[in-house]
């Protein structure tokens, strides 16, 4: 990577920042305590219409951590949840002057040679930066993501704001204790930030789907990045909910790639892709055919150690023929601890859901009668429910991506009115499984991408 660090962190970005999250997130709890104190849930869905409008107005990764909020249980009312789980990033776009200043500070006053082409204008904006469509001197499409200035100061403020409403939450007798769940937001916010980790994300997807024709990962321009811009090969492709329509054949087709770009890297190099948001994904043609799905997006990746995989593999046999001691072991692998007979009953809950289409070997819908935006839903509710009684529950950390990566794959699937056996699919990713040889293909894949092992 090239481009020295142009942008300080500066106090004055820092407290502006502060001003403009800290107003929004007060009110936000300040109402949202009104609404556990007074029991006014149901009665405050125009405060939070007005709450996402506000957030959805700031650039930064403020959107992306609502976005997260909305799927834990019992940290915001549900007219709140509702509202921001529909936070996308359409924050108004740099000018072309501005973003001429942000190139030339990343690739030095000659940037435009660089390049054969650039669009000043972009083609996508995200939480963090926005997509420029370019070419090289010899002609190849490019995607170039460019950070938008200050997001070391963004990320920080809004990572203060967020503590201070998990703080709020903790003092209202949760269900849930959200401090590991904290801890993983703020560590997997500040690695997007870093345009560097992300472009060796996209390598160890190469990788990891190298055997996986269905997906396909676009190749990462070095020579044309930094730490805060990334060239990455433009992948043509169409919007995955436009073949909602389409022939079953074609949707369970692209079903199956999404499927094993979620699985085979999780299940051969310990890896997941933590953000099911639907514009990460697109469809890739060949001969005016759908053939599968390319892979856009690698800032929000978890990478797990080889026994948390091992955990998923133990818990889902354990499953298969009711082995208590199992699933027992697979939850205690996973770092759930002082687990009474009581709360491992109601993890099951959470757990035969989750698990539920890869138990089943029959042709069936991910979720049968289920709408995608109701998916989990019920089962979170008696999961929450239960643990009112029995809990609180400490959640292990890597969990938080962990599931909301398998909810927003659920979702993909539901979209796609995919008919599938997920159990085939599953068994055959899981087939020669040992943690000695993940362990082995892990850390291979690990070098080769130039990224650590974990802890």
């Known amino acids: 990577m090239a481009g020295p660090d142009r942008e300080a962190n500066r106090f004055s970005a820092r407290a502006a920042r502060y001003a403009r999250v800290g107003a929004n997130m007060g009110g936000v709890a300040a109402r949202m305590a009104g609404a556990r104190l007074f029991n006014r849930d149901g009665q405050d869905a125009s405060n939070a219409a007005n709450l996402a409008q506000a957030l959805g107005g700031l650039k930064g990764p403020i ?19 509702a509202e921001l789980q529909k936070l996308q990033s359409e924050a108004p776009p740099m000018g072309a002057a501005f973003v001429k200043r942000r190139m030339q500070a990343e690739l030095g006053p000659e940037w435009r040679q660089r390049f054969g082409s650039f669009d000043l204008n972009p083609a996508a904006a995200a939480s963090l930066g926005q997509v420029h469509k370019a070419t090289t001197t010899d002609g190849v499409a490019l995607a170039c993501k460019l950070q938008y200035p200050d997001m070391q100061s963004a990320v920080e403020a809004d990572l203060q704001q967020l503590e201070l409403l998990f703080s709020l939450h903790r003092r209202m007798d949760p269900a849930i204790d959200t401090r590991e769940i904290a801890k993983e937001i703020g560590e997997r916010v500040r690695e997007e930030l870093d345009y560097g980790r992300e472009a060796k994300h996209a390598a160890l997807y190469a990788s ?44 369970n087709r692209l079903a199956i790639a999404m499927f094993k770009a979620w699985w085979h890297p999780f299940s051969h190099a ?22 599968g799905i390319n892979l856009l997006d690698y800032g929000c990746v978890r990478i797990f150690h080889p026994r948390f995989v091992g955990g998923v593999v133990d818990l889902y046999r354990g499953l298969q023929t009711n082995d208590r001691d199992r699933i027992v072991h697979a939850y205690e ?52 429910k239960a643990l009112k009684e029995k809990g609180p529950v400490t959640v292990p950390r890597e969990f938080v ?19 599938l056996n997920y159990h085939a699919l599953f068994e055959a990713e899981i087939e020669r499984f040992s943690l000695e040889a993940l362990t082995q293909a892990q850390e291979a894949a690990l070098t080769r991408a130039g990224l650590p092992f974990p802890t």
Request: hydrophobic share 45%; proline share 6%.
């Open 63 to 81: 959107m992306k951590v609502a976005q997260l909020l909305a799927t834990i249980p019992d940290l915001v009312p549900p007219e709140y949840a």
């Open 208 to 251: 990891a789907l190298s055997d996986v024709p269905e997906v396909r990962v676009p190749r990462i321009h070095l020579d044309l990045s930094t730490q805060r811009l990334l060239s990455l090969q433009w992948l043509e492709g169409d919007k995955i909910l436009s073949f909602a329509e389409a022939d079953v054949a074609i949707r």
């Open 270 to 291: 310990a890896v997941i892709h933590g953000d099911p948001h639907l514009g990460n994904y697109t469809v890739f043609s060949e001969g005016g055919e759908p053939q």
């Open 401 to 419: 991506f962990m599931d909301r990566a398998a909810i927003g794959l659920g979702a993909v699937f539901l979209h796609l009115k995919a008919d």
């Open 333 to 384: 692998t996973w770092g759930f601890k002082n687990l009474s007979g009581e709360l491992i009953d109601i993890l099951n809950i959470w757990a035969r859901f989750i698990y539920a289409p890869l138990l089943d070997d029959r042709v069936r819908t991910v979720a049968d009668g289920v709408k995608p935006g109701e998916y989990g839903r019920r089962e979170a509710f008696q999961v929450h």
